[in-house]
Protein backbone atom coordinates (compact mmCIF):
# COMPACT_ATOMS: atom_id res chain seq x y z
CA UNK A 1 0.00 0.00 0.00
CA UNK A 2 3.06 1.99 0.78
CA UNK A 3 3.42 2.58 -3.10
CA UNK A 4 -0.01 3.60 -3.93
CA UNK A 5 -1.50 6.90 -4.50
CA UNK A 6 -4.01 7.55 -2.55
CA UNK A 7 -7.37 8.92 -4.40
CA UNK A 8 -8.64 11.85 -1.68
CA UNK A 9 -12.84 11.75 -2.41
CA UNK A 10 -15.59 13.29 -1.67
CA UNK A 11 -19.07 12.96 -3.17
CA UNK A 12 -22.36 15.50 -3.05
CA UNK A 13 -25.21 13.61 -3.42
CA UNK A 14 -29.17 13.84 -3.72
CA UNK A 15 -30.03 12.18 -0.14
CA UNK A 16 -28.52 9.60 1.88
CA UNK A 17 -29.25 6.18 0.54
CA UNK A 18 -26.99 5.13 -2.63
CA UNK A 19 -30.02 2.78 -3.07
CA UNK A 20 -32.50 5.44 -4.02
CA UNK A 21 -30.25 8.36 -4.45
CA UNK A 22 -27.30 9.35 -6.41
CA UNK A 23 -24.05 11.47 -6.81
CA UNK A 24 -24.64 14.95 -8.34
CA UNK A 25 -20.67 16.51 -7.77
CA UNK A 26 -17.63 14.02 -7.14
CA UNK A 27 -13.67 15.45 -6.43
CA UNK A 28 -10.99 13.58 -6.04
CA UNK A 29 -7.34 14.55 -5.71
CA UNK A 30 -4.69 12.50 -6.13
CA UNK A 31 -1.74 12.50 -4.21
CA UNK A 32 1.49 10.56 -4.04
CA UNK A 33 3.26 9.03 -1.12
CA UNK A 34 6.71 10.48 -0.73
CA UNK A 35 8.99 8.73 1.82
CA UNK A 36 10.83 10.26 4.19
CA UNK A 37 13.17 8.96 6.47
CA UNK A 38 12.15 8.49 9.92
CA UNK A 39 9.18 9.70 9.21
CA UNK A 40 5.14 8.77 7.05
CA UNK A 41 5.42 9.92 3.76
CA UNK A 42 5.03 13.45 2.45
CA UNK A 43 1.64 14.23 0.14
CA UNK A 44 2.37 15.16 -3.05
CA UNK A 45 -0.46 16.50 -5.19
CA UNK A 46 -0.40 15.15 -8.38
CA UNK A 47 -3.96 15.68 -10.13
CA UNK A 48 -7.01 17.98 -8.70
CA UNK A 49 -10.75 16.72 -10.79
CA UNK A 50 -14.53 18.00 -10.51
CA UNK A 51 -17.73 16.81 -12.00
CA UNK A 52 -21.20 18.23 -12.13
CA UNK A 53 -23.03 15.26 -12.86
CA UNK A 54 -26.32 14.93 -13.89
CA UNK A 55 -29.22 13.88 -11.93
CA UNK A 56 -31.22 11.58 -13.83
CA UNK A 57 -33.74 10.86 -10.65
CA UNK A 58 -34.18 14.07 -8.87
CA UNK A 59 -38.15 13.93 -8.13
CA UNK A 60 -36.10 10.74 -5.63
CA UNK A 61 -34.36 13.95 -4.16
CA UNK A 62 -34.02 15.14 -0.84
CA UNK A 63 -34.62 18.52 -0.41
CA UNK A 64 -32.51 19.11 2.19
CA UNK A 65 -29.92 16.92 0.63
CA UNK A 66 -30.30 19.66 -2.46
CA UNK A 67 -30.28 22.70 -0.39
CA UNK A 68 -27.22 21.91 1.50
CA UNK A 69 -25.29 20.65 -1.37
CA UNK A 70 -26.39 23.88 -3.36
CA UNK A 71 -28.12 22.40 -6.20
CA UNK A 72 -29.82 24.47 -8.86
CA UNK A 73 -30.34 23.83 -12.46
CA UNK A 74 -28.17 27.06 -13.99
CA UNK A 75 -24.58 25.71 -11.80
CA UNK A 76 -25.65 21.75 -13.25
CA UNK A 77 -26.54 23.42 -16.69
CA UNK A 78 -23.41 21.68 -18.04
CA UNK A 79 -22.94 19.00 -16.05
CA UNK A 80 -21.59 15.72 -17.15
CA UNK A 81 -23.58 12.74 -17.96
CA UNK A 82 -22.75 9.86 -15.10
CA UNK A 83 -21.06 6.88 -16.89
CA UNK A 84 -18.87 9.87 -18.66
CA UNK A 85 -18.08 11.01 -15.28
CA UNK A 86 -17.31 7.60 -13.81
CA UNK A 87 -15.34 6.57 -16.90
CA UNK A 88 -12.95 9.41 -16.28
CA UNK A 89 -12.29 9.00 -12.36
CA UNK A 90 -11.99 5.46 -13.04
CA UNK A 91 -9.00 6.21 -15.25
CA UNK A 92 -7.80 8.96 -12.48
CA UNK A 93 -8.09 6.66 -9.54
CA UNK A 94 -7.00 3.37 -11.07
CA UNK A 95 -4.83 1.72 -8.70
CA UNK A 96 -5.26 4.22 -5.66
CA UNK A 97 -6.24 3.87 -2.59
CA UNK A 98 -9.60 5.52 -1.69
CA UNK A 99 -9.43 8.48 0.84
CA UNK A 100 -12.49 9.57 2.25
CA UNK A 101 -13.91 11.81 5.62
CA UNK A 102 -17.08 9.02 6.33
CA UNK A 103 -15.53 6.26 3.88
CA UNK A 104 -18.88 4.13 4.29
CA UNK A 105 -21.09 7.01 2.65
CA UNK A 106 -18.48 8.09 0.03
CA UNK A 107 -17.88 4.49 -1.11
CA UNK A 108 -21.36 3.06 -1.16
CA UNK A 109 -22.61 5.75 -3.79
CA UNK A 110 -19.11 5.90 -5.64
CA UNK A 111 -19.78 1.61 -6.15
CA UNK A 112 -23.36 2.15 -6.72
CA UNK A 113 -22.34 4.84 -9.70
CA UNK A 114 -20.07 2.05 -10.72
CA UNK A 115 -22.46 -0.56 -10.93
CA UNK A 116 -25.24 1.53 -12.15
CA UNK A 117 -22.75 2.55 -15.30
CA UNK A 118 -21.21 -0.74 -15.74
CA UNK A 119 -17.68 1.38 -15.38
CA UNK A 120 -15.22 -1.21 -13.65
CA UNK A 121 -13.54 0.43 -10.50
CA UNK A 122 -9.84 -0.33 -10.84
CA UNK A 123 -8.88 0.93 -7.82
CA UNK A 124 -6.74 -0.33 -5.09
CA UNK A 125 -8.61 -2.33 -2.30
CA UNK A 126 -7.64 -0.58 0.29
CA UNK A 127 -9.31 2.14 1.72
CA UNK A 128 -8.60 5.05 4.73
CA UNK A 129 -11.56 6.67 6.86
CA UNK A 130 -10.31 9.89 8.17
CA UNK A 131 -13.08 9.92 10.90
CA UNK A 132 -11.51 6.61 12.25
CA UNK A 133 -8.31 8.57 12.27
CA UNK A 134 -9.24 11.33 13.64
CA UNK A 135 -10.89 9.41 16.41
CA UNK A 136 -7.59 6.91 16.93
CA UNK A 137 -5.10 10.12 17.13
CA UNK A 138 -7.15 12.40 18.75
CA UNK A 139 -8.95 10.47 21.15
CA UNK A 140 -7.12 12.02 24.80
CA UNK A 141 -7.54 15.58 23.08
CA UNK A 142 -10.19 17.03 25.19
CA UNK A 143 -11.87 19.50 22.48
CA UNK A 144 -12.19 16.55 20.19
CA UNK A 145 -15.44 15.75 20.86
CA UNK A 146 -16.95 15.88 17.19
CA UNK A 147 -15.29 14.69 14.37
CA UNK A 148 -17.60 15.63 11.36
CA UNK A 149 -14.82 17.53 8.90
CA UNK A 150 -16.19 20.96 9.61
CA UNK A 151 -15.57 19.77 13.46
CA UNK A 152 -11.78 18.81 12.43
CA UNK A 153 -11.28 21.91 10.68
CA UNK A 154 -11.98 24.23 12.87
CA UNK A 155 -10.11 22.17 15.71
CA UNK A 156 -6.82 21.62 13.27
CA UNK A 157 -7.66 25.46 12.01
CA UNK A 158 -7.81 24.12 7.99
CA UNK A 159 -9.86 26.66 6.45
CA UNK A 160 -13.42 25.39 4.28
CA UNK A 161 -14.88 28.61 3.57
CA UNK A 162 -16.91 26.65 0.63
CA UNK A 163 -18.08 23.59 2.76
CA UNK A 164 -20.70 20.85 1.14
CA UNK A 165 -19.12 21.61 -2.43
CA UNK A 166 -16.96 18.40 -3.58
CA UNK A 167 -13.72 20.10 -4.40
CA UNK A 168 -13.19 22.41 -1.79
CA UNK A 169 -14.41 19.12 1.11
CA UNK A 170 -12.20 17.40 -0.74
CA UNK A 171 -9.33 19.63 -0.37
CA UNK A 172 -10.21 20.44 3.01
CA UNK A 173 -9.87 16.42 3.79
CA UNK A 174 -6.33 16.65 2.32
CA UNK A 175 -5.60 18.94 4.52
CA UNK A 176 -7.07 17.34 7.70
CA UNK A 177 -5.15 14.32 6.73
CA UNK A 178 -1.58 16.17 6.25
CA UNK A 179 -2.41 17.36 10.11
CA UNK A 180 -3.33 13.98 11.22
CA UNK A 181 -0.31 12.04 9.90
CA UNK A 182 1.45 15.25 10.16
CA UNK A 183 2.31 14.23 6.08
Not at 170 to 180: D, G, P, S, W
Request: charged letters at 30%; one cysteine or more; proline letters at 3%.
Amino acid sequence: MKIHNLAFIDTETTGTDPEKHEIIELAVIIARQVPREGKGPRLEIVEECEWKIKPQYLERAEEEALRINGYNEVDWMFAVERKKAMEEFAKKTQSCIFVSHNLVFDYGFVVKAFEETGVENRMHYGKLDTISMALARLYDVPLADRFSLRALCELLKVENSKAHTALADTKALVEVYRKLMGA
